[in-house]
Nanobody, 121 residues
Framework: QVQLVESGGGVVQTGGSLRLSCAAS????????MGWFRQAPGKEREFVTD????????TYADSVKGRFFVSRVNTENTLYLQMNSLKPEDTAIYYC??????????????WGQGTQVTVSQ
């Protein structure tokens, strides 16, 4: 089992930055890929980015490429999401997720409770 707890959400103005964190416990952190997803009001949850077990392979949704950057520190059991040049359309609840394998792009079986990010005009 994997337990995930997100933090770092908040309210920021358009163009600002935030860094989200996800603390993991349970199964060995370096044994699975990690991802970030988000869900805006009235919309389905969507993929944002993910990262493989070593942190040397990442993928991003087109909507965040060049603005968001995912990283992980396996010795700290922590996943990060650096979000820059934020736009109002980035407003959502952001969830971190633990993968079923070491590789990005697979199924995600474990989910945190989410952290709210609000980008004001």
């Amino acid at each position: 089992q994997v337990q995930l707890v997100e933090s770092g959400g908040g309210v920021v103005q358009t163009g600002g930055s935030l860094r989200l964190s996800c603390a993991a416990s349970g199964r060995a952190f370096a044994s699975y890929a990690m991802g970030w997803f988000r869900q805006a009001p009235g919309k389905e949850r969507e993929f944002v980015t993910d990262i493989n077990w070593t942190g040397d392979y990442t993928t991003y949704a087109d909507s965040v490429k060049g603005r968001f950057f995912v990283s992980r520190v396996n010795t700290e059991n922590t996943l990060y999401l650096q979000m820059n040049s934020l736009k109002p359309e980035d407003t959502a609840i952001y969830y971190c997720a633990g993968g079923s394998t070491k590789y990005a792009g697979g199924r995600y079986d474990y989910w945190g409770q989410g952290t709210q990010v609000t980008v004001s005009q």
